[in-house]
């Protein structure tokens, strides 16, 4: 309240991104907390939404695994050691 014309004025605010803007559901002002200053506490109920990621890795998995390849000795043996030498890092 200004001293002299006795009219409220607001002081406080809450800023936020003119995208997020329809995000802010609610806005109020706490008279409760009194801590010696013109300033009231603001709380604002805000529902964010988070945009799913639109960007696609370029390496695509295979569609199916060869599991025959496992078989052949010498493919077991270098699939092995690579494990075991990632394991290890």
């Not at 329809?22 to 013109?38: E, I, L, Y």
Request: contains cysteine.
């Amino acid at each position: 309240m200004h001293p002299r014309s006795k009219h409220w004025h607001l002081l406080d605010y809450v800023i936020t991104w003119k995208d997020d803007q329809n995000d802010v559901k609610d806005t109020r002002v706490m008279r409760g907390a009194d801590c010696g200053t013109d300033h009231q506490m603001v709380r604002s109920r805000v529902s964010f939404s988070v945009p799913k990621s639109h960007m696609r890795s370029k390496a695509k998995p295979p569609s199916r695994l060869d599991t025959g390849k496992i078989k052949v000795n010498k493919t077991k043996a270098e699939l092995e050691e690579e494990m075991s030498k990632a394991l290890r890092d």
